[in-house]
């Protein structure tokens, strides 16, 4: 049988681990944009960092936008949401 631990040899105490979030700041931002527009679902990826809006209106192929910050999305959201309407 194998010692507990962090995999080093003699050390049988295991160790505490803390999760790490990643990206806290620019999860925050897409939850609040996610709030502002209720025709998209609004996530944050942080392998990628981008931001992600996905449309919950019915369409014939899922509609995705995607930006490097919140502010490039906000902007193509804005210009999409009035020809979504």
Known sequence: ?????????????????????WDAQARAEA???DGEYQDWT??????????????????????????ATVEELEEQLSWLGLAAA
């Open 31 to 33: 939850a609040w944009l």
């Open 1 to 21: 049988m194998r010692p507990g631990g962090r995999h080093r040899a003699g050390q049988v105490v295991p160790t505490v681990m803390h999760r790490r979030r």
């Open 42 to 67: 609004i996530m944050y990826g942080p392998y990628s960092r981008q931001f992600y809006a996905l449309a919950t209106w019915s369409a014939p192929k899922p509609v995705i936008v995607s930006a």
